[in-house]
């Protein structure tokens, strides 16, 4: 598995099982799924879905920056959320973190998400 490597920041939350931040294979970085995890701390952030949404963007962009990218480097994003009422607030904030062209999405309703979270987000970047 040569030209693959790990992406580890402590601005993110550390992985809280068995995958790594992100992988790196030439140019293309996957993300894995980030939650509103405060990564001193390592507890889901206090306040609303506005609040939540950020926080796992600001995990992301972490990790994108530990990758040599950053949020507009990402072409794939996938979102989910365990309550889908709450997809016109994630297109609010996502226009404050993103600017066109904006990343291919999908976002998705779940039962439920890991630590009790209420939205979950991973991706691709492509960066050069």
Do not use: W
Not at 59 to 79: D, P, R, W
Request: charged share 15%; net charge negative; glycine share 8%.
């Amino acid at each position: 598995m040569a030209n693959r490597s790990t992406i580890q920041t402590d601005q993110a939350p550390a992985a809280i099982g068995t995958y790594s931040q992100a992988i790196k294979v030439g140019g293309t970085v996957y993300l894995s799924g980030q939650i509103p995890l405060d990564p001193d701390t390592m507890e889901l952030v206090q306040g609303d879905i506005n609040v939540h949404i950020r926080r796992v963007l600001d995990n992301l962009a972490a990790v994108c920056e530990a990758a040599g990218g950053s949020l507009q480097n990402i072409v794939k994003l996938n979102i989910y959320l365990t309550d889908l009422s709450h997809f016109a607030t994630v297109n609010e904030v996502m226009a404050e973190y993103f600017e066109q062209p904006y990343p291919a999405r999908a976002a998705v309703g779940v039962a439920a998400l890991p630590k009790g979270s209420t939205v979950e987000m991973d991706g691709i970047m492509e960066i050069e």
